[in-house]
């Protein structure tokens, strides 16, 4: 992608080899964007290999293990980014905590805690990138947060990740009128069911027919998405919720 040298991505959730939030680092990378990268409960050996292979890359890249409930979490990682790399200019909020529920055993524990991760962080993350970017002097920023289609049609048995991930839908157009000025463009993206890291054989034969191009959306699928969203060419893109699941039939 054009103007991408120099650039500092943010990516949250990049634990392990077939996460999403590992494809959106390779892919970020490969563009020449110096990645920063959270994980959690990672083995370290891994960790390891993956910021070599980033460095391979020809980019810079700084990675942090935290817990992304922690009260403070998110200042953490803006201080960290900007002391070991530089100010940041794309952030995208991958990270979430999924627990499955139902009326018949969902309580205060499980709200909270899907609350800490999929509402706060990723809220406090994108308005202290916001506040710290207008005090750079950085003109072009992207925050892409990711969602899973909440809107598009129930998800019983997930009542408290399918009520705070999609409060991120809301919050994402709410912010993008509040940061146009900041020439910071805010998008989320629906990646649809994705074969990561909680798929097994029996949930792919389940969703295979449900997707008419034949196969199930792979990490680098939304990383491609994501990517475009973080270039200049898609500086005139903003308060959307993007839904890339290839004609995903929710029948």
Not at 1 to 7: L, Q, T, V
Not at 131 to 136: L, N, P, T
Request: one cysteine or more; hydrophobic letters at 40%.
């Amino acid at each position: 992608m054009m103007g991408s040298k120099n650039k500092i991505a943010i990516v949250t959730g990049a634990s392990s080899p077939k996460d999403i939030g590992t494809a959106i680092c390779r892919r970020l990378a490969s563009q020449g964007i110096d990645i920063f990268f959270t994980h959690w409960k990672s083995e370290q050996n891994w960790i390891e290999e993956f910021q070599l292979e980033m460095v391979n890359m020809g980019v810079r890249n700084e990675s942090l293990n935290i817990d992304l409930s922690e009260v403070n979490a998110a200042m953490e990682i803006l201080h960290s980014v900007e002391n070991k790399l530089g100010s940041p200019s794309i952030l995208v909020n991958n990270a979430a905590h999924s627990k499955n529920d139902g009326y018949l055993v969902l309580d205060a524990k499980t709200l909270d805690e899907h609350y800490a991760v999929n509402m706060r962080s990723t809220f406090l993350l994108c308005v202290e990138f916001a506040r710290r970017f207008e005090k750079s002097n950085l003109h072009k920023g992207r925050i892409i947060n990711l969602t899973s289609g909440q809107d598009l049609g129930p998800m019983p048995g997930e009542l408290a990740y399918a009520a705070t991930k999609g409060a991120i839908s809301a919050f994402t157009k709410s912010l993008s009128q509040e940061l146009a000025p900041l020439g910071i463009t805010v998008n989320a993206v629906n990646p649809g069911p994705t074969d990561s890291t909680w798929m097994n054989d029996e949930i792919r034969e389940y969703l295979l027919p449900k997707f008419p191009m034949g196969r199930i959306g792979q990490p680098e699928d939304v990383a491609q998405t994501i990517a475009f969203l973080a270039s200049d060419e898609a500086q005139w893109i903003t308060g959307q919720v993007i839904h890339s699941e290839g004609g995903f039939i929710r029948s």
